[in-house]
C-alpha cells in the first residue's frame, strides 16, 4: 500500500475525492489517499508542498502558477476545474459599502499572502481601473476570521468562492456587492517535483480514478441534495452551481498555461516568468 498525502479546501468542489475514498477505489489500487482539508486555502498549501507536509495539492491555478514562478518545486498534471471561479465580493451587511466602486481604496480580508483572495483582489481592481499599488490587505486565515473582521471593521471587503459564501449572505452576516469570475481554469492538480519522480505510475491512477469520478459526478443520483446538507447550503443553489461547474481531466496546454502567466503578469501579481516545461508535466 502506497501512501499519498493530498491537501485541497473544505468545499464542494472536492467532494468527488471523498466519494473515491469512502468507495475504496484508490484502496483497491493499493494506494492509501490521505485527504487534509485546508480552510486556509491555496497559499498554506503552497507552503505544504514546500516544506513535503502534503505531495498532491487541488489547488488554485493563479495560486500555484505564481508559487512555482517564486520556487516551489511542484508540478502542475492536470486541469481538475475547467470552468472558472466566481468570486463573490463580500461587505459586512451593515456597512455602507452598496457598490464594488465604494471598495476602491478600501482594505481587502485575505486568508493570506499569496492566497486567491488576495491574488482576485488584484484582478478586481484591474477590472475596475485601480491602481493595484493602492490595495491594502487584512490577513484573516479563514472565512471565521473574514467574517470577524468585516463585522468588526479591521477590514472592508472579502472575496471568496460565491456559492461557499451564500449561506453567510441569507444568514444577513454578509452582503455580496458584485462577482469577479477568474480569467483562468479555477483549480489544477499538482504534485511535489520529488514524489512525482519516483511515482509517476501512482499519480497516473489516482488521476485515472478521480476522472471517472467528476466526468459523471451531476448525474450521480440526490447529488444536489447531498451537496446541500454537507455544506449548509440550499439545494437550489447548489444545482445553479453545478450547472455552471465543467469538470476536466485535460492537461494544462502551453497555449493556455503562456495566456495565464502573461495575464498574472500583466496585474503585477507575478515579477517574472516560468518556462512551461518548469510548471507542468504532462502525465
Not at 471523498?18 to 483497491?28: V, Y
Request: glycine share 6%; with cysteine.
Amino acid at each position: 500500500m502506497k501512501t499519498v498525502k493530498i491537501a485541497g479546501v473544505p468545499e464542494h468542489f472536492n467532494l468527488p475525492w471523498h466519494l473515491c475514498i469512502e468507495n475504496g477505489e484508490f484502496e483497491a489500487e493499493n494506494i492509501d489517499l490521505q485527504w487534509k482539508n485546508i480552510p486556509e486555502g491555496t497559499g498554506k498549501m503552497c507552503q505544504m508542498l514546500r516544506d513535503g507536509e502534503t505531495d498532491m495539492a487541488v489547488i488554485l491555478t493563479e495560486g500555484i502558477v505564481k508559487d512555482i514562478t517564486a520556487g516551489n518545486p511542484s508540478k502542475i498534471v492536470q486541469i481538475y476545474v475547467q470552468s472558472p471561479l466566481i468570486w463573490g465580493i463580500h461587505v459586512a451587511a451593515k456597512s455602507d459599502f452598496q457598490t464594488i466602486k465604494d471598495l476602491k481604496n478600501k482594505k481587502a480580508a485575505i486568508s493570506r499572502i499569496g492566497s486567491g483572495s488576495q491574488l482576485m483582489a488584484y484582478v478586481n481592481a484591474n477590472e475596475q481601473g485601480w491602481d493595484t499599488d493602492d490595495l491594502q490587505f487584512e490577513i484573516i486565515n479563514t472565512l471565521d476570521g473574514a467574517v470577524e473582521a468585516l463585522t468588526n471593521g479591521t477590514a472592508d471587503y472579502f472575496m471568496w468562492e460565491r456559492f461557499m459564501t451564500k449561506p453567510l449572505v441569507d444568514q444577513g452576516i454578509f452582503r455580496r456587492v458584485g462577482d469577479c469570475p477568474t480569467p483562468w481554469p479555477s483549480f489544477v492538480i499538482a504534485v511535489r517535483d520529488e514524489f512525482l519522480k519516483k511515482n509517476p505510475k501512482i499519480i497516473e491512477k489516482i488521476l485515472e480514478i478521480i476522472n471517472k469520478t467528476t466526468v459523471d459526478f451531476a448525474e450521480i443520483p440526490n447529488i444536489d441534495k447531498t451537496l446541500a446538507d454537507l455544506f449548509n447550503q440550499k439545494a437550489a443553489d447548489i444545482r445553479e452551481w453545478l450547472k455552471l461547474t465543467q469538470w476536466s481531466k485535460k492537461h494544462l496546454t502551453e497555449k493556455a498555461f503562456i495566456k495565464i502567466q502573461n495575464q498574472l503578469f500583466d496585474l503585477g501579481i507575478i515579477d517574472k516568468k516560468s518556462t512551461f516545461v518548469e510548471t507542468v508535466k504532462a502525465l
